[in-house]
Structure formats: C-alpha cells, structure tokens
C-alpha cells in the first residue's frame, strides 16, 4: 500500500481520514501513516501546505491526530444524513478559529475583490486548511457522493466523483477486485464440483 496521499483525494479531509486504514484483505490489521514523517511532509506538500512546520511540530501532530477522528465522525454522520455530533463540530470550529485571517482588498484583472489570507502560513494554518476542508465537504458536497468503500475490510472514504455517481470502493483495482475475486470462489465452492 502507498503511504503517501492519494491523487484521487479531492480534499485534505478525506487524505487525513485515510491515514488510518484497516487491512483491505483481512480487516484485522490497522495501519496508521500518520506518525510518519515522510507521510506527513507528502501530504502538506499534495496539499499545498509545504513549509507550514505542521510535518514536525509535536503540537500540530497531535492535532492532527485528533482532528483525524473528529472528521470521521462528522463526515459518517454527515454521509448517513444524520445531524452533526455537536463536540466534533465545536472540536472543527475551534481549529479553523485558531488560525487568524487577514482581509485585504487586491486587483485582478481589472477587478477588485476581498481576499482573506491567513496571518500566518504557520501549522495552525496547515492544520485549519485540513479542517476547511472537511468544512468544504460538509456545506457544498452532495452527501450522497461521500463513501465509505464497499468492501467490509476496509475503511476508507472517498468523494465519488465519476460522472454516474455510482462507484462503490475506494480503489477498484485492490477493494473492487479483492471482492469479485472472493465472490467468484464462493460461488465456485458452492457449485458441484
């Protein structure tokens, strides 16, 4: 399995999520690639979050420890369309409230238009993006595209963005494929012989 995030991902959120997986083959296994360090660095760089500190500081790893099982939470919550947990929803609001911002007025294009920055691109910083971005998820996703892959062994979610709307695992070459073939040998084994 790549320890690195993966490019299907189309939010941070569901890469912090997945960094704690159970085994695809067996289920009994968990993996977590959160502790590494090389994982970590990967994952602030696919998300534009490279040189924030977060990959290092003990603080902002903790945090994101946490703010890992706080996401799934609400993401499963949110997914089963049931109300949001209260305690994970203040946990999310207290990480993006941790990271000031700054307006500012700029041009573009012949334009003018608000812009709000963070006062510092610091792990606070890093670690309210992963946050945002579970925030993205929860008021502009379509909560019947948020999965939690359809093989009983594993756990991963991801934002079904095919154009049906239908995908069903998390990866079809190793979930998808690892069901079919364990079907095809039950019925096998069912059929005269």
């Known amino acids: 399995m790549n320890p ?13 999520v997945n960094s704690r997986w159970r085994d695809h083959v067996d289920g009994d ?19 534009g ?4 500190g977060a990959a290092d500081v003990p603080e902002a790893i903790r945090l994101l420890e946490q703010l890992r099982g706080t996401l799934r939470v609400l993401l499963e919550a949110h997914l089963r369309g049931e109300a949001l947990p209260a305690r994970e929803l203040a946990a999310v609001n207290g990480v993006l409230a941790a990271c000031p911002l700054t307006r500012r007025l700029e ?27 579970a925030a993205r998820v929860l008021a502009e996703g379509d909560p019947d595209r948020l999965r939690v892959c359809a093989n009983p062994s594993c756990s991963w979610m991801f934002y079904d963005q095919s154009r049906s709307g239908t995908r069903r695992w998390c990866e079809a ?8 073939v364990r079907r095809h040998r039950a019925r096998r084994g069912v059929s005269p012989g």
Do not use: M, N, T
């Open 107 to 133: 041009e573009a294009s012949g334009r003018w238009r608000l812009v709000a920055a963070p006062s510092a691109r610091d792990w606070r910083w890093a670690v309210a993006e992963v946050a945002a971005s």
């Open 173 to 180: 070459p190793i979930c998808g494929s690892l069901i079919k």
């Open 4 to 16: 690195l995030p993966h490019a299907w991902a189309p939010y941070a959120c569901l890469d912090l």
């Open 49 to 52: 979050l490279a040189g924030s």
């Open 29 to 47: 296994r968990v993996y977590d690639r959160l502790p590494l360090r090389q994982w970590r660095l990967a994952f602030l760089d696919h998300w």
